[in-house]
């Protein structure tokens, strides 16, 4: 059968469909029936002459053709190909009947394709009855696809029908349960009375579990009493609730009422004794735990559960002596007591003792489960250093990401470490991973993977995840998931666009809290909208929300950003007298508008008034202090900072070090630049990333000196921190394959540890070297860039600029080859390039990047040397 469709699809092999067709009952051991000679024969016609294609646009299809694709594609769950068939439906017109409407709205209906809504009405504005029963099967393929909407419409369509069987009402709960809508299915239980019907023992127990699930506990005692039925599951589910609402007394008292029902059995005690140990009733639990052992009751499970009473308490002791019972009980420590034990060393930060606990877990042979790794992910976000946090986020490189997108808790857990901590390699590969898989996520869980691909700045993702929750699953979303999906188009710049107005469609339905009025004001930041921030601030007070420590912040960095400091602190001082004192950030806030306005006095005040109120200043802070100072030129006070930066123990970020280096390039002082950076990376601080690079190349440029920015590639080669990619290094006056590969190599050896050089730092220094005249090396840093693969991001004025200079140097085989590699490269646009190459265009001097312009001096033959004219240092690297 495949070949039929396949055929039918590709739209060209006519004649297979046709020979297929015809011998399709054949080959199931029949004679041709007549329907399928119509089949055929369409087929046949269809693949009349080539050149009458205008035959083939004007050919119809059978009815019982088309409904013979569409069952073949329904049980094949091809709905490409039912889409085909759908159109060719529609554009002949055919007269509609059950055969081709039935497949259709089958497959639909699970698919969550819109067209299942449009065919309903359309069959039910032509008369067409739908039967209970065909209700009945749409309504379980909806529940198998998720399909909310549509089941709503059958729904409709069935209770103005009086159509609501007991069979229909369990399916539609089914549906609903299936979205994870158990309120709704709990509401079908009081349709059920309405039609005078009375639920059967299966619906009265899913009743029970939905509602438990979504807490309606006056329904949960109302169905226990009404079904007459006292089942050891119907306890359980009544024991958990009471857990559930913190009321260990009335799951004690569920407990001794299935005790005299007769219920003796290990999962009610284990169920009892897990409450009481969630409660923090100690003495409770041991005496539980007494009576199991007197029942004969007790096994692993309880022994796991009561360890995790001592765990939760922090008393090891304890915990070694009930492994020791254990042990003499006969039972050998399973995946749950290790990971009760890694649970508790892990939230007392008792690290070391957590690793020995994976260690003995390895040596006895047991896999981590998914508990294991949502237990290190706590830890990677608990860790103080990035060392120990790596060491954790290991574990992902050990499990399929389908494993983690298949447990919504874990695959929760692991996206919140991964955002955290800057995993973004594992960051994407999860969340790509949960595209290809059939989740069925939660309102929470939504909003999560939205925060994922905003991390990751893809916002074309968290559009598709909005729309797939409120359109298609037609889940309400809550407070939090919408403030994640604001944030997200605020990262995107749109918070008019986009942001503002999807907060006003949805404010009368998810009611906003401060967290998402902060983060809104948070977005007016971001663009320097002061006005719409103070609205929104106006609003929010109107609504009786009470301003937090985020939302001050928010406000008050919207104002100094702008430079209106008279406004910031109007707002600080009412932070203050309002009971909400600031923090770090507010206070950095406040001391980044001071310097954004030249005002280092008031800002070094702000920073008095934070350390006696015992805030400790925190590497942002001293950074935007650095910021302000080299910006205007205020050189002693920054050389103070970085003496107060060395006493308060707080170590240089990259940005620090960036900052620095151009406090010493503007001094004139490239050597000291080069100098601290060395003493940074010989301590093994992790503070390094391109941008440093592009600072000391800018540096060294800006005082004349490319040699020494050339030399950043080697002393790339020391710096802790990121992977090493391969990549290029400096070198000259060699031929050209001889220095490509020198330069190459250079990067190559480098250590494992080392940051290699992307295009961000190989464009500049490019660029840099043409503007000094020397092409040879400018050459060996472009091949660099060929190594790595990163060509694509050095601009295509300055490979036009490099094939100029080698051109009018008559550097003839490195211009050879560098044309070879443009040509050849499928990430450039070698025409655009080649074809406005001029070799007459004496390359006089070359605009930099960093604003120095170099010429080469050709009075001195072939020996380069380095002439400054029109000095104007412009760092870019902040």
Not at 698 to 711: D, E, G, R, T, V
Not at 787 to 792: P, Q
Not at 819 to 846: F, M, V, W
Request: glycine content about 6%; overall charge negative; aromatic content about 8%.
């Amino acid at each position: 059968m495949r070949h039929v469709y396949l055929a039918f699809n590709a739209l060209a092999h006519w004649k297979e469909f046709a020979e297929v067709a015809a011998t399709r009952s054949n080959q199931a051991g029949k004679e041709t029936t007549h329907h399928t000679q119509q089949r055929a024969a369409a087929a046949a016609a269809a693949a009349g002459s080539e050149s009458e294609s205008e035959s083939r646009e004007s050919l119809e299809f059978p009815q019982e053709c088309l409904a013979w694709l569409l069952n073949d594609a329904l049980s094949a769950e091809d709905l490409e190909l039912t889409q085909r068939v759908d159109c060719i439906y529609q554009q002949q017109e055919t007269p509609t009947h059950y055969s081709i409407y039935e497949p259709l709205l089958k497959t639909y209906a699970k698919a969550c394709n819109p067209r299942a809504l449009v065919i309903f009405q359309e069959l039910q504005d032509q008369g067409f009855l739908a039967s209970e029963g065909f209700c009945g099967t749409l309504l379980a393929r909806c529940s198998e696809g998720r399909n909310l909407e549509f089941a709503l419409a059958i729904t409709e369509y069935c209770k103005r029908r009086q159509l609501s069987s007991l069979a229909i009402f369990r399916t539609m709960m089914k549906v609903y349960a299936c979205c994870s809508r158990y309120d709704l299915a709990c509401d079908v239980y009081q349709e059920v009375l309405a039609a005078g019907l009375e639920p059967d023992s299966v619906m009265y127990g899913c009743l029970l579990k939905y509602a438990v699930k979504c807490e309606r506990r006056a329904l949960t005692e109302e169905l226990f009493k009404r079904s007459g039925r006292k089942t050891l599951q119907d306890f359980l589910w009544l024991i958990r609730a009471a857990g559930h609402d913190d009321d260990p007394d009335r799951a004690q008292s569920l407990f001794q009422e299935a005790i005299q029902e007769g219920f003796h059995d290990a999962t009610l005690y284990n169920c009892m004794l897990d409450i009481l140990v969630s409660s923090n009733r100690s003495e409770a639990a041991h005496e539980h735990l007494a009576a199991a052992k007197t029942a004969g009751v007790v096994n692993l499970v309880t022994f796991n559960t009561i360890l995790k009473l001592y765990c939760s308490k922090g008393d090891f002791a304890a915990s070694r002596r009930t492994l020791t019972e254990m042990s003499d009980s006969g039972f050998s420590p399973d995946c749950a007591t290790f990971n009760c034990l890694l649970g508790g060393a892990v939230d007392f930060g008792k690290f070391p003792r957590a690793w020995e606990i994976l260690d003995d877990m390895k040596t006895a042979g047991i896999k981590h489960d998914n508990y294991t790794i949502s237990t290190l992910m706590k830890l990677a976000k608990k860790a103080t250093s990035q060392q120990e946090a790596e060491r954790a986020l290991k574990v992902l490189d050990q499990v399929e990401h389908l494993q983690i997108v298949q447990d919504e808790v874990l695959l929760n857990a692991v996206l919140d470490t991964c955002i955290q901590r800057r995993q973004h390699d594992n960051l994407r590969k999860v969340l790509e991973a949960s595209e290809k898989a059939a989740l069925e996520p939660s309102v929470q869980t939504y909003g999560v993977m939205i925060k994922g691909w905003s991390t990751l700045r893809q916002t074309s993702k968290c559009r598709a995840l909005w729309k797939d929750m409120t359109e298609v699953h037609g889940l309400e979303p809550k407070s939090i998931t919408l403030s994640c999906m604001l944030d997200a188009l605020i990262l995107a710049q749109q918070l008019h666009e986009e942001a503002l107005p999807l907060f006003r469609k949805w404010q009368n339905t998810v009611e906003p809290n401060i967290v998402t009025y902060g983060v809104l004001i948070k977005g007016c930041g971001m663009i320097g909208d002061c006005k719409q921030a103070v609205e929104l601030y106006d609003e929010l007070k109107a609504a009786g929300l009470a301003m937090n420590l985020m939302s001050y912040s928010a406000l008050i960095n919207a104002h100094a950003k702008a430079g209106l400091m008279v406004q910031a602190n109007k707002f600080l001082k009412e932070m203050i007298s309002s009971g909400c004192p600031p923090n770090v950030i507010t206070y950095s806030a406040m001391i980044k508008g001071y310097c954004i306005k030249g005002d280092l006095e008031s800002a070094f005040e702000v920073l008095g008034t934070m350390v006696n109120e015992g805030l400790k200043p925190d590497t942002v802070l001293f950074n935007t202090l650095l910021d302000g100072c080299v910006r205007h030129s205020r050189f002693q006070l920054a050389e103070y900072l970085i003496e107060e930066m060395d006493k308060e123990g707080i170590e240089p970020s990259a940005f620090t070090l960036s900052i620095l280096v151009k406090l010493w390039g503007k001094r004139g002082n490239v050597e000291k630049a080069f100098d601290f950076v060395r003493s940074v990376a010989q301590r093994g601080l992790p503070a390094f990333d391109m941008q440093v690079a592009t600072s000391l190349v800018a540096a060294a440029f800006s005082n004349n000196s490319p040699a020494l920015a050339l030399s950043v590639l080697n002393e790339m080669k020391s710096w802790p921190g990121a992977k090493h990619g391969g990549g290029g290094g400096g070198g000259g006056g060699k031929g050209s394959k001889a220095a490509a590969t020198a330069t190459a190599a250079t990067v190559a050896a480098a250590a494992p540890q080392g940051l290699a050089p992307d295009a961000t730092l190989l464009g500049p220094l490019l660029t840099g070297l043409l503007s000094a005249g020397a092409a040879k090396e400018a050459f060996s840093v472009g091949m660099t860039a060929f190594e790595l693969g990163v060509e694509a991001g050095i601009y295509e004025n300055t490979w036009r600029a490099l094939l100029r200079s080698l051109a009018y140097e008559k550097h003839h085989e490195e211009l050879t080859e560098l044309k070879g590699l443009i040509t050849n490269s499928t990430k450039l646009p070698c025409a655009h390039i080649l074809g406005q190459e001029d070799a007459s265009d004496r390359p006089h001097h070359y605009q930099s990047k960093f604003g120095s312009r170099y010429r080469y001096d050709h009075a001195a033959n072939d020996n380069r040397t380095f002439h400054n004219y029109n000095y104007n240092y412009n760092s870019t690297s902040n």
